[in-house]
């Protein structure tokens, strides 16, 4: 199994920064996909970031060139730094890792960020 808890999260003025924490425990072995996803109210949870093994990332298109995801080489952190926010990025951020070999798709409790305009 493996814990994810997101940290970072809280309110900021449009065009302000915040660094999204996911510091992922247990059997963290295997781990060859770490994600950022959001929900917002009355909308699905989408993709907002992604980072696989060899370091290729993936961003959501209106997140492109604000955001960026990183993580330790050991997998057990991974980050998300937002730049440049705006209200419609304002939702839950959850953590996702994957064991792709495995089929396994790990979540963490979510983190609110509110963006005001």
């Known amino acids: 199994q493996v814990q994810l808890v997101e940290s970072g999260g809280g309110l900021v003025q449009a065009g302000g920064s915040l660094r999204l924490s996911c510091a992922a425990s247990?059997?963290?072995?295997?781990?060859?996909?770490m994600a950022w996803y959001r929900q917002a109210p009355g909308k699905q949870r989408e993709l907002v970031a992604a980072i696989i093994s060899g370091g290729t990332t993936r961003y959501a298109e209106s997140v492109q060139g604000r955001f960026s995801i990183s993580r330790t080489r050991s997998w057990n952190t991974a980050y998300l730094q937002m730049n440049n926010l705006k209200p419609e990025d304002t939702a839950v951020y959850y953590c996702?890792?994957?064991?792709?070999?495995?089929?396994?798709?790990?979540w963490g409790q979510g983190t609110q960020v509110t963006v005001s305009s």
């Open positions: 996702n890792a994957k064991k792709s070999y495995m089929n396994a798709d790990y």
């Open positions: 247990g059997v963290i072995s295997g781990i060859n996909v």
